[in-house]
């Protein structure tokens, strides 16, 4: 039989996923196929902590798992993502700049306490290229994104895999110092290009300084940026 002859079963289970950012968390419930079936907006964010954030999505799945008329014997796994770096091996965030408390918090072991299936945990930009490449970028062996928020990161693809480095901060380009910017970052340091961002009247209309970003790019990852030439993408995203 022919690939084209089998057909995915979406409605065999379902996914819980979530992101958690520095202005709230989002949750959804979705099938297989990435269709999503319910979705909730949560006023916790990452200066929560960890017990606390993990517990209300903990609290919130159970809610849209119910609302969905499924139960917990039908969720297959859990996706999350945050905005800081994960390390590859233990699936741990590793000195994350921005979310205190969460630096090799035992996340995946917490969430599996109450929900004892597969749990993933990946860095938001990271997850968003990896979405984007599987869905409209197959083909390209090298696919770089980068996400321009409250913070910048990029995740790069790399023969279809996303690509971590070695501690999970291959494309934490937010907190890179520029030279002659002083301005305050959220980390505490100066000059970080995300704190130059934040400041930035045209980023905050939603207009990216591209040159900028990829001068960073260039500095960080030469080699990989000479390989994602026409798979580059930018996406902007408003936080309320």
Same mark, same amino acid.
């Given at each position: 039989?022919?690939?084209?002859?089998?057909?995915?079963?979406?409605? =065999?289970?379902?996914?819980?996923?979530? %992101?958690?950012?520095?202005? =709230?968390?989002?949750?959804?419930?979705?099938?297989?196929?990435?269709?999503? #079936?319910?979705?909730?907006?949560?006023?916790?964010?990452?200066?929560?902590?960890?017990?606390?954030?993990?517990?209300?999505?903990?609290?919130?799945?159970?809610?849209?798992?119910?609302?969905?008329?499924?139960?917990?014997?039908?969720?297959?796994?859990?996706?999350?993502? @945050?905005?800081?770096?994960?390390?590859? =091996?233990?699936?741990? #965030?590793?000195?994350?700049?921005?979310?205190?408390?969460?630096?090799?918090?035992?996340?995946?072991? !917490?969430?599996?306490?109450?929900?004892?299936?597969?749990?993933?945990?990946?860095?938001?930009?990271?997850?968003?290229?990896?979405?984007?490449?599987?869905? +409209?970028?197959?083909?390209?062996?090298? /696919?770089?994104?980068?996400?321009?928020?409250?913070?910048?990161?990029?995740?790069?693809?790399?023969?279809?895999? @996303?690509? /971590?480095?070695?501690? $999970?901060?291959? $494309?934490?380009?937010? !907190? %890179?110092? #520029?030279?002659?910017?002083?301005?305050?970052?959220?980390?505490?340091?100066?000059?970080?290009? +995300?704190?130059?961002?934040?400041?930035?009247?045209?980023?905050?209309?939603?207009?990216?300084?591209?040159?900028?970003?990829?001068?960073?790019?260039?500095?960080? =990852?030469?080699?990989?940026?000479?390989?994602?030439?026409?798979?580059?993408?930018?996406?902007? /995203? !408003?936080?309320?």
């Amino acid at each position: 039989m022919k690939d084209s002859d089998y057909a995915q079963d979406t409605d =065999h289970s379902v996914l819980a996923v979530a %992101t958690v950012d520095i202005t =709230h968390s989002r949750v959804a419930v979705t099938d297989l196929a990435g269709a999503v #079936l319910a979705e909730e907006s949560l006023d916790v964010t990452i200066t929560d902590g960890p017990e606390r954030v993990l517990k209300s999505l903990a609290a919130a799945f159970d809610r849209l798992l119910e609302g969905t008329g499924n139960s917990r014997d039908q969720l297959s796994g859990v996706g999350l993502s @945050v905005p800081g770096p994960v390390d590859p =091996h233990s699936g741990r #965030l590793s000195q994350p700049p921005i979310m205190p408390g969460w630096d090799a918090y035992p996340v995946i072991e !917490h969430l599996q306490d109450s929900l004892p299936v597969p749990v993933f945990v990946e860095n938001d930009a990271d997850a968003m290229a990896f979405g984007e490449y599987s869905a +409209a970028a197959p083909s390209c062996e090298a /696919h770089c994104l980068v996400k321009v928020s409250t913070g910048i990161g990029t995740g790069l693809v790399i023969n279809g895999s @996303v690509y /971590h480095g070695i501690d $999970g901060g291959a $494309g934490d380009i937010g !907190h %890179t110092r #520029l030279e002659g910017v002083d301005a305050l970052c959220q980390c505490g340091s100066r000059g970080c290009l +995300a704190a130059s961002a934040a400041r930035c009247p045209r980023v905050r209309e939603g207009l990216c300084f591209s040159c900028q970003v990829l001068g960073s790019l260039v500095i960080l =990852h030469p080699d990989q940026t000479r390989r994602v030439r026409g798979c580059f993408s930018v996406s902007l /995203h !408003h936080e309320s």
